[in-house]
């Protein structure tokens, strides 16, 4: 079974720039949809952004124009460029594939802190 491993979180400033990169251990060609959540405390799992295999992307409203997705299927890698942040994007991120437009996969990553200062 392909495994999934976030990395790139951590400490920023408010406007500033990250970039998560989460790499799979086997092809992810096969998924039409990789996608990113986000979590915190209390909260449901959310979907931040969401593309598939040919590269349409959707987008939460809290984020569009803020943040963009990609994917290398030949590097097996998914990434999440977060531009203009917020304190409120202040969550841990999860990659996700196998899933359906809004509806989450079943393969997670363990998940990436991001922290906002305001």
């Known amino acids: 079974q392909v495994q999934l491993v976030e990395s790139g979180g951590g400490l920023v400033q408010a406007g500033g720039s990250l970039r998560l990169s989460c790499a799979a251990s086997?092809?992810?060609?096969?998924?039409?949809?990789m996608a990113w959540y986000r979590q915190g405390p209390g909260n449901q799992r959310e979907q931040v952004a969401r593309?598939?295999?040919?590269?349409?992307?959707g987008y939460a409203d809290s984020v569009k124009g803020r943040f963009t997705i990609s994917r290398d299927n030949a590097k097996r890698m998914l990434y999440l460029q977060m531009d203009s942040l917020k304190p409120e994007d202040a969550d841990v991120y999860y990659c996700?594939?196998?899933?359906?437009?809004?509806?989450?996969?079943?393969?997670w990553g363990q998940g990436t802190l991001v922290t906002v200062s305001s």
């Open positions: 593309i598939s295999s040919g590269a349409y992307t």
């Open positions: 996700n594939a196998g899933g359906s437009g809004t509806s989450p996969g079943r393969l």
């Open positions: 086997g092809s992810i060609s096969s998924f039409n949809n």
